[in-house]
């Protein structure tokens, strides 16, 4: 079986009224949480594509320092997201249907905290090398890390809530997170 990797970004301190915050510290803390709230049609159908097992990123967004906080697994295959029928959830969508559903769901259940947070700003900074030659203080990544980290969705999209991730990306994340250094 190919085994997939996938980036999920939460809110650790929602700014938006209508959002609900959730850090790796309430992640760790429940242990296994559905994904609700996805109301974008193309992160929906990349949570259609997630089977049990597959490895996540799980990211802090829309905050102060964002980046890589911890790592989970899918431990539920994608089912309506049930929060888009109910008027009093922050997610609900008066258009979804019970009978159809337009938001589906995962479950993630938490692996592990980063041992160094990595932050968008560091991503950004490597991806934003004029070669693919790593910095000396991270250059455990190598030049194949640094085309890697060049091609997340991460850095060329941005703004999509669950992305896919290389396997050579998720390798140099891992690593990042293991032995920091910046």
Known sequence: MVQNYWLMKAEPDS???????????????????????????????????????????????????????????????????????????????????????????????FMSRARHFVPLSLLRHLADLPSAIPPEEVSYVGEDGIIAIKAMPLITRGRLSVQRVSAKCWDVIHTMVDQGGW
């Open 15 to 109: 700014r938006v009224v209508k959002g609900k915050d959730f850090s790796i510290d309430d992640f760790e803390s429940v242990g296994s949480t559905p994904w609700e709230g996805v109301r974008n049609y193309e992160a929906r159908n990349l949570m259609k594509e997630m089977v049990l097992g597959d490895k996540i990123l799980f990211y802090h967004s829309n905050c102060k320092n964002p980046g890589i906080a911890g790592f989970a697994e899918v431990s539920k295959e994608a089912y309506p997201d049930y929060t888009a029928w109910d008027s009093a959830h922050p997610y609900f969508d008066e258009k979804s249907d019970k009978d159809n559903p337009r938001w589906l769901m995962v479950d993630a259940k």
